[in-house]
């Protein structure tokens, strides 16, 4: 099953010219430019925000969707990747995909081209494993994934990494990162490629974390939430049949127990609920003789 989000009301989205120039949500400076020290405390930052952000969600207003964008977001500008996705579990076998904004279109393409035929995202999300840093370039990988491998370095993209989605015991999905080939060829002396897998391979586990819990507390607080509302609900009509029995007995000179009786009897004969009875007994909206013949015969 090969699902996509787009949510195309969200309002924290940017339009592509500010994605290009680093206004979007997760969009850093450039950090090439910078030297080593300056990157890593600039990283630093970055995933400082990205971790705040990942730990807005308890809001009415929160979207899956968006909220997952947002994080990929950050994941590019942190990781320094080409791209990143999410793929959550559905819950009938299959996955719903959700790609960064920067260039939405490929990232997508590469997350929906792992099904049927398997991918890095694909395996961590069915195994809840990760999946190590994957040079597309290497035959074996390559015939690992033969059309994700193909279609991603059509799309410049060289290498992969994938982290699980999970919260607990809890496997929500996986966080696949797509990174690019470095601007020069590492010599056997330089090992910054190696730490740079090792750096973005845990910083994508941060932020994959981060996702997950962020995603179960939205859960568990909105059915607080709902528990809540209903808790109320029922208080509520609990007090609306307490009010109706009263009038009832007021009205009828008999006791609570009979007014009752009426109303349970008339709910049931009519096929309403109870509470709608008491509701309309209150606003006086209810044919009287009818209510009272359903309440116990006298003696």
């Known amino acids: 099953m090969r699902k996509s989000a787009r949510d195309d009301g969200d309002t924290g989205s940017f339009s592509r010219e500010e994605h290009e120039a680093g206004h979007g949500p997760g969009r850093g400076p450039d950090l090439s430019a910078l030297p080593r020290k300056g990157v890593e405390a600039d990283r630093e930052l970055l995933l400082a925000q990205a971790l705040v952000e990942a730990a807005d969600t308890l809001s009415e207003e929160f ?10 977001d950050h994941c590019v500008t942190v990781v320094g990747a080409r791209g990143a996705g999410f793929m959550l ?25 792992q099904e049927p035929d398997g991918g890095p995202g694909r ?38 990494l994938a982290v699980p989605l999970r919260h607990g015991d809890t496997l929500l999905g996986a966080l696949n990162v797509f990174l690019a080939a470095p601007d ?12 740079d897998d090792v750096d973005g391979m845990a910083l994508a586990q941060i932020l994959a974390d ?58 049931r ?9 008491a509701r309309a007994v209150v606003e006086r909206t209810v044919d009287d003789p009818a209510l009272r013949g359903h309440g116990p015969r006298e003696t």
């Not at 009938?92 to 929906?112: H, I, K, T």
């Not at 290497?138 to 491998?149: I, S």
């Not at 609306?240 to 009263?246: C, N, S, T, Y």
């Open 89 to 113: 579990a559905d819950g009938d076998g299959g996955v719903v995909s959700v790609a960064d904004g920067r260039d939405e279109g490929a990232s997508l393409e590469l997350l929906l081209a």
């Open 123 to 160: 395996d961590s999300c069915g195994t809840g494993h990760p999946v190590d840093p994957a040079h597309l370039l290497d035959p074996q990988v390559a015939a690992r994934w033969p059309h994700f491998a193909d279609l991603a370095v059509r799309h410049g993209v060289t290498a992969t």
């Open 63 to 72: 979207k899956p969707e968006a909220y997952l964008r947002r994080l990929a």
């Open 269 to 277: 004969s009519n096929r309403l609920p109870l509470a709608d009875v």
């Open 210 to 267: 981060a996702a997950a819990v962020g995603l179960c507390n939205h859960r568990d607080w909105d059915q607080h939430r709902m528990l809540a509302e209903q808790l109320q609900q029922a208080l509520n009509s609990r007090v609306r049949i307490e009010q109706a029995k009263g009038m009832l007995a007021e009205r009828w000179q008999t006791g609570v127990e009979a007014a009752f009786i009426a109303l349970r009897g008339y709910a």
């Open 184 to 195: 020069h060829e590492p010599d056997h002396e330089d090992v910054d490629g190696d730490h």
